[in-house]
């Protein structure tokens, strides 16, 4: 069993930056893509980011995109997401999941395994 914990949320200001960390606890960590995604109030999920199992692969949604910054260590079984520039609209919670797919998926039914989530709240 996989379970995922996501840390590193909080408040910012707009032009400030955080990182999340996404710790694994299952086995098996560097053969999972994993990916971010965040859910807005009263919004969708949606994609963020997602990078490939062996790390060499990345893929961000345009609204990130130059902004954000994906990144694994297998050795650690944890995944990072630096967020720079960080705009109010970037304000959800952040979500991590790992999925099988050996490519970079940015469907949610292409994911195994989600976290519970990190709130990110940027103000004006």
């Known amino acids: 069993q996989v379970q995922l914990v996501e840390s590193g949320g909080g408040l910012v200001q707009a032009g400030g930056s955080l990182r999340l960390s996404c710790a694994h606890s299952?086995?098996?960590?560097?053969?999972?893509?994993m990916g971010w995604f965040r859910q807005a109030p009263g919004k969708e999920r949606e994609f963020v980011a997602c990078?490939?199992?062996?790390?060499?692969?990345?893929y961000y949604a345009d609204s990130v995109k130059g902004r954000f910054t994906i990144s694994r260590h297998n050795g650690k079984n944890t995944v990072y997401l630096q967020m720079n520039r960080l705009k109010p609209e970037d304000t959800a919670v952040y979500y991590c999941?790992?999925?099988?797919?050996?490519?970079?998926?940015?469907?949610?039914?292409?994911?195994?395994?989600w976290g519970q989530g990190t709130q990110v709240t940027v103000s004006s």
């Open positions: 299952g086995r098996r960590f560097s053969s999972y893509a």
């Open positions: 999941a790992a999925s099988r797919d050996s490519g970079v998926p940015s469907m949610i039914l292409e994911y195994d395994y």
């Open positions: 990078i490939k199992w062996s790390g060499g692969s990345t």
